[in-house]
């Protein structure tokens, strides 16, 4: 199985949560509730832990939520990201209610006092301070840093990765010049050219972790490829050490599509692969409702195993010759397969008995 070379980042901790510095890359969402509801915010919360979100972010609106963040924590198992907004006195107030992190928008709070503030209070805290770039609300231009007139799209996407660049760069230099070095940072566009290339050349400039997202990136299905396309470009070349994919839906979707992009990329396993193709002329069974409730049935289990359903003998096993186990099937019948090799023939009626059975029973292979 290839894997990529990641980019050695410098660590941060987030709970007890390491980010960065060669941990696996992290799974994140942000929950859609009012955080001063708090039993609507655990609930949320719960859902998304059951799935596999390893660190959860609420918003900081307003002093409530911020204080609601010490009743969240004592009822989660995850550590908590305290989003603020416009109010430094929110961010304050989230350090005090024990938040594990804090995540400034280097466009919404700009007067230095109260940055040094947050920065103070975090460091006296022992929490990291994410710096969150976001396309849509950077800071405002200063002198000289005018688009064109009539610039071209690329030179309006270049424009904008370098207004993310030296967004992210100035507030890094400010928590540095505080002596403060635990920092993650996070460049987020829609565009997905301006979002890999803002994060390419922030990886080259600073040590700190990135936390990858695309951001608005739409309804669950679209949302899902363009941020598989945009986060999973930048894995592929070893950026990256926590992400979010920002879909307009339930976050539990978020999660299920961060572990798809993990799974995708080989840089972390949960739960069963499953290896389906997508079914043609050969195929005389109805494969993609087999793959459909092979894919049901595989919810509930949590081995690593990479598990193929194929329409045909003729391509099956060879097709599927990296899988753990997997049926391909015939005319009435159909074979499992294990490793790529034949294992036992099975009636059509049986197919998605017979094939859960050996998947429950199975061990998980060892891996090199
Ligand atoms: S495995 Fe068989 S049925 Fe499926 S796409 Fe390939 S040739 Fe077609």
Redesign the pocket.
């Known amino acids: 199985m290839m894997e990529v070379q990641r980019r050695q980042s410098r660590p941060v901790f987030v709970g007890g949560l390491q980010i960065g510095g060669g941990a696996p890359v992290a799974v994140q969402s942000m929950t859609t509730t009012d955080t001063a509801d708090v039993d609507a915010t655990v609930s949320q919360i719960h859902r998304l832990e059951d799935v596999g979100c390893e660190l959860i972010r609420v918003s900081c609106l307003n002093i409530n939520q911020a204080n609601a963040i010490s009743k969240i924590k004592a009822r989660i198992s995850i550590p908590v990201v305290a989003d603020i907004h416009f109010d430094f006195k929110n961010a304050l107030a989230a350090i005090d209610n024990g938040a594990d992190m804090v995540r400034l928008n280097p466009g919404n709070i700009r007067v230095r006092e109260r940055i040094e503030a947050v920065v103070l209070a975090a460091k006296s805290a022992h929490i990291p301070i994410r710096i969150g770039v976001n396309e849509g609300s950077l800071p405002p231009l200063t002198g000289g840093d005018e688009m064109p007139e009539g610039a071209t799209p690329k030179l309006r996407g270049e424009f904008l990765v370098n207004r993310m660049v030296k967004a992210g760069l100035e507030e890094i230099q400010l928590l540095e010049e505080l002596d403060f070095h635990d920092i993650k940072i996070s460049l987020k566009a829609f565009d997905i050219y301006a979002m890999i290339e803002a994060n390419r050349r922030m990886a080259q400039l600073v040590p700190y972790p990135l936390h990858l997202g695309v951001t608005e990136a739409g309804t669950v299905f679209p949302g899902s490829v363009r941020s598989a396309i945009g986060i999973g470009a930048l894995l592929m070349e070893g950026i990256g050490d926590t992400l979010r994919v920002s879909l307009s839906g339930d976050p539990v979707e978020e999660i299920k599509a961060c572990w798809e992009i993990l799974r995708s990329t080989n840089l972390r396993q949960k739960g069963p692969t499953l290896v389906a193709?997508?079914?043609?002329?050969?195929?005389q069974i109805d494969?993609i409702g087999l793959a459909q409730q092979v894919e049901e049935r595989l919810k509930q289990l949590d081995k690593p195993l990479k598990i193929a359903v194929?329409?045909?003998v003729?391509?099956?096993p060879g097709?599927a010759k990296d899988a753990d186990i997997g049926i391909?099937?015939g005319k009435g019948k159909g074979v499992i397969f294990k490793q790529g090799k034949i294992y036992k023939t099975v009636d059509e009626k049986d197919f998605l008995e017979v094939l859960m059975s050996e998947i429950e029973t199975m061990e998980v292979p060892a891996r090199d």
């Open positions: 193709c997508p079914s043609c002329g050969r195929a494969l194929m329409g045909c003729v391509n099956g097709e391909a099937g």
